[in-house]
């Protein structure tokens, strides 16, 4: 396959939400370190090394095995196949301890949705899977079998913003004595009663988003990375984040603001906030003209911290 043909599929795979904003936000230094934790199509990477020197380096992270074929062919690049709540494990390993930026695109990419059999999207019917990364043991087909009424719940409700949660837990768990559900058609059936024609794509992508967000364990995967920016990150070092739902942006601002998610802030003698990052500008959404190209950015917001003295 030519270079042209390959690229023109990786854009297929991905098109990059903010790319120039995202990218501008890491205020990028020629021979710095930097790491993208969600390489996807490799459109935010090859960004970054378009403005890297030929002593600057680019980390790659992503856990879908499919994103590795679209590996850039570079001698400042490496991409790990691991989730990025590993990322300080796996920098280790290669040797780095600091870096002078991260850049996190939280959202499930193209692919992922286009990709019938892997059970991401309502448009196709396909086995209850919605697993990132195949390692995973736990896919959506446990969640839906397995899970407590209660825990059907929290999910729905939390995840999911979903009112009638209640409602919704006690169906599946009526439904799944009679006989498992095990593809995206039948949970649509078995939830039919609660999607109304001119609502039915909207509450049933809330739906698959709370189950995803569970399968894939994002809400805690975010805590676990953001905790970790803070100790690799050098000072002056940026963080460039893409949130698409409230749970992520709420998580991603509480954590430049006071450095944590729980509790009471930490504060010095004086009775000031002790936190390490210093927001960088005010939040940043996609214009009118990107959400027409590009409808997955309708609902992404920017935010930029940079590390203020250890």
Known sequence: ?????????????????????TVDGLNIKKDGVYVDVTFGGGGHSKEILKRLG?????YAFDQDEDAMKNALN??????????FRYITQFLKFYGIREI??????FGVSSHQFDKAERGFSTRF?????????????????EIVNTYSYEALRKVFFEYGDLRNANALAKTIVEQREEMPIKTTEELKKVLQRFLPNFKERKILAQIYQAIRIEVNQEIQVIK???????????????????????????????????GQFE???????????????????????PSKEEIKKNNRARSAKLRIAERISH
């Open 1 to 21: 396959m030519r270079w042209e043909e390959r690229n023109q599929k990786r854009m297929n795979y991905h098109s990059p939400v903010l790319l120039k904003e």
């Open 54 to 58: 030929s002593d600057g380096k680019l």
């Open 100 to 105: 002078d930026g991260i850049l996190a695109d």
């Open 263 to 285: 509790g009471e802030a930490e504060k010095d003698f004086y009775g000031n906030i002790s936190v390490p990052f210093k927001k960088v500008g005010r939040l940043i959404v």
């Open 224 to 258: 676990e990375f953001l905790l970790q920016t803070s100790k690799l990150l050098n000072e002056g070092g940026r963080i460039s984040v893409l949130s698409y739902h409230s749970l992520e942006d709420r998580l991603v601002k509480r954590f430049i603001r006071e």
């Open 74 to 83: 570079d001698e400042r690049f490496t991409l790990i196949n691991e989730n």
């Open 125 to 141: 019917d396909a086995n209850l899977d919605m697993r990132m990364s195949k390692k995973n043991s736990v896919s959506a087909y």
